[in-house]
C-alpha cells in the first residue's frame, strides 16, 4: 500500500470526527487525537483527570460522531460483575431462561472511576477487555466487533478507591492525561455552552454522525496495513529494553508495551495521511503508551519525579534513526 492508495474515507476519517468533537471540547486537541489514536489501533483507554475536564463529554461524543452504541457504567464499591455483563432471566410464561445483555454490549462504554469498583468486577471487565467477550453461567458471548473501553479516574480523589493492578492497566492501550485548558478555549467553552441555551445540559447532542461503524472498520483495516521499518522498529524496541534499565524506575516496559507502542504508532501515521511510520510517530505517542505500565522508584518519587519525565529522559537517550 502506498500514500496514494489510501481511500479519502480513510484520510478523513479522523479529520472530520476531531474537527466535529472539537465543537464542543475546547482546548483538548491531543486527547482527542489519542482518543482516535486508540479507537482506530482497536484499543482501550484509561482518561485521567479532575472532575469536570470533559472526560464523559469526550466518550459520549465521540459515539454519537461515529453513529456507534453507547453505554455508561458508574462504578460502585457495590457494583457486581453481573451488573456489567448482563444476566440470565428466567421466563415464567416459556419455562425459558432468556439472556439480559449488559452494559458492555455496546460499541463504546464508558466505565467511569473504574478504580470504584470491588477486584471481582474488575476481573470481569478485564475479560471483555482482553478476550472481547464475556462468561456467564458457563456460556462465553462475544461482545460487539468495535467494543471499546473508554475508563475514567480521578487523580485527586482516593477515598473508597481500589487502585487497578498492573494486569489490568496494562491492557490499557493509552492512558490520556487531560489538564485544564488554556483560558482562551475555556473562554470559548463558555461562549459554546452559552449559545446552546438548553441544549448545554447535554451538549453531546450537538454532535453530528460525520462516520460510521463501516468507516471505522475500514480505518482499523487500513491501519493493519501501514508498514514499519526494520529501522524504526528497532527504535521502538530500544525504548522499551532501555526502560527496563532506567534507575528511576522499578518496573519498566513489558512486552506487551512493545506490541502497543507498535499498534499505536501505526494507528497515528495512519491518521497523519502515510502509510508507513515514523521514529516521529513513535516519539509522540511513547509517552501515552507507557506512563501507566512503568513505575518509579521511591526515590524518583520523593525527588518529584513523574512517570512523564522518566519518559522524556528515556527518549532522549535513544538514539534517533535517521
Do not use: W
Not at 482527542?32 to 461524543?61: D, F, M, W, Y
Not at 452504541?69 to 421466563?91: C, K, W, Y
Not at 467477550?133 to 487523580?155: C, K, M, Y
Amino acid at each position: 500500500m502506498s500514500e496514494t492508495n489510501l481511500t479519502p474515507d480513510t484520510l478523513n476519517f479522523g479529520r472530520a470526527v476531531q474537527s466535529e468533537l472539537e465543537r464542543v471540547i475546547h482546548g483538548q486537541p491531543a486527547a482527542i487525537q489519542n482518543l482516535l489514536v486508540a479507537l482506530t489501533a482497536g484499543g482501550h483507554v484509561l482518561l485521567e483527570g479532575v472532575p469536570g475536564v470533559a472526560k464523559t463529554l469526550l466518550a459520549r461524543s465521540l459515539a454519537a460522531a461515529l453513529r456507534c452504541t453507547f453505554a455508561r457504567i458508574q462504578f460502585t464499591p457495590d457494583l457486581m460483575p453481573s451488573d456489567i455483563t448482563g444476566v440470565n432471566v428466567f421466563n415464567a410464561a416459556t419455562g425459558n431462561f432468556s439472556f439480559r445483555p449488559g452494559p458492555l454490549f455496546a460499541d463504546i462504554v464508558l466505565a467511569d472511576e473504574i478504580n470504584r469498583a470491588p477486584a471481582k468486577t474488575q476481573s470481569a471487565l478485564l475479560e471483555a477487555m482482553q478476550e472481547y467477550q464475556v462468561s456467564i453461567d458457563g456460556e462465553t458471548r462475544p461482545l460487539p466487533p468495535g467494543f471499546t473501553v473508554v475508563a475514567t479516574q480521578n487523580p485527586i480523589e482516593y477515598e473508597g478507591t481500589y487502585p487497578l493492578p498492573e494486569a489490568q492497566l496494562d491492557r490499557f492501550l493509552l492512558k490520556i492525561v487531560i489538564d485544564y485548558p488554556g483560558e482562551n478555549d475555556e473562554r470559548a467553552m463558555l461562549k459554546t455552552m452559552q449559545s446552546l441555551g438548553e441544549r448545554a445540559a447535554k451538549p453531546h447532542g450537538v454532535i453530528q454522525p460525520v462516520a460510521g461503524p463501516e468507516q471505522l472498520a475500514q480505518t482499523r483495516a487500513q491501519m493493519h496495513a501501514v508498514r514499519v521499518d526494520d529501522a524504526v522498529l528497532d527504535y521502538g524496541l530500544r525504548i522499551i529494553r532501555q526502560s527496563r534499565s532506567l534507575p528511576s524506575l522499578t518496573l519498566g516496559a513489558s512486552p506487551r508495551a512493545a506490541l502497543m507502542l507498535l499498534q499505536a504508532a501505526k494507528a497515528l501515521a495512519l491518521l497523519r495521511g502515510r502509510d508507513y511510520v515514523t521514529p516521529d510517530e513513535i516519539q509522540v505517542i511513547a509517552p501515552p503508551v507507557l506512563r501507566h505500565r512503568v513505575r518509579l522508584t521511591p526515590e524518583a518519587e520523593i525527588e518529584g519525579l513523574s512517570a512523564d519525565s522518566c519518559i522524556q529522559s528515556l527518549l532522549s537517550q535513544v538514539d534517533i534513526p535517521r
